[in-house]
Every structure is written in C-alpha cells, then in structure tokens.
C-alpha cells in the first residue's frame, strides 16, 4: 500500500489511507498498530478495500457488534460531514456535537429521527443501484 494518509490516534496506532497494492487506482485502507518489537498485534490488519469499509460497518451493526452508543457518534459524524459539504458556513461546534449526542442518548424522537434519516438514505441507495 502507497500510504497517501495517515490519522495518528496516539501510541503508534494508526489509521492509512491510499493506493492499494492490487490496483494504482483503487483505494484503500488499513488499521495499523505496531509493537515496540515488530511483532503481531491485534489491532493491526492488512489493507482492505475502502469499499468494504461500509460492508464492515453496516454488518458489524446488523449483528449487534457496534454499541447504541457508538452508533449514534458514527451516524453523527456522517451527518455532520453531509451537513458541511452543503453549507460550511453552518457546521456544528463541538459543543452542538456534544449536546447532539447526550440528547440522542435519552431522546427517543431524536432516535426516531435517526432512523428515519437512515431509511432516507436506504432508499437514495436502492435507487441508485
């Protein structure tokens, strides 16, 4: 893999993007985590097509291995991202993102919102295929 970018998230782990070895135009990514000594770490994976990315996440989710919680932050970052490319001038502060997901935490209508949003874009991908 020609690593094009990495996410340094602390004590050597890190998350690679960039061009993958089978193909110079496809991309993909890989979770890495070193040991002092080279040797295997749990954490650590070979590269895997960014694609795949979303096969991962939404059986992971399907099969109750990603927590209500951690569901909540993945739905609000993607949210969020969505929200920033159609108008940067209104992007949450970190206060909001906060506040956004205590309240998802308790707010049953909030979860219903993100349900729904989630059967919205179920739908955008369905018609897309």
Not at 21 to 42: D, L
Not at 90 to 119: C, G, P, R, V, Y
Request: hydrophobic share 35%; proline share 3%.
């Amino acid at each position: 893999m020609k690593v094009k970018k990495k996410i340094e998230l602390g004590n050597g782990h890190k998350i690679e993007f960039g061009e993958s070895t089978w193909n110079t135009h496809a991309i993909s990514v890989r979770n890495r985590y070193p040991t002092k000594k080279g040797g295997f770490s749990p954490r650590s994976s070979s590269e895997i097509p960014i694609e795949d990315v979303k096969l991962i996440v939404e059986e992971s989710v399907k099969n109750g291995y990603i927590s209500e919680l951690q569901m909540i932050e993945i739905a609000e970052i993607c949210l969020q991202k969505l929200k920033i490319k159609s108008d940067p001038d209104n992007a949450l502060s970190k206060q909001n993102k906060i506040d956004l997901m205590k309240q998802a935490l308790t707010d049953k209508l909030f979860l219903s919102d993100l349900a729904e949003i989630t059967d919205d874009f179920t739908a955008v991908d369905s018609e897309n295929i």
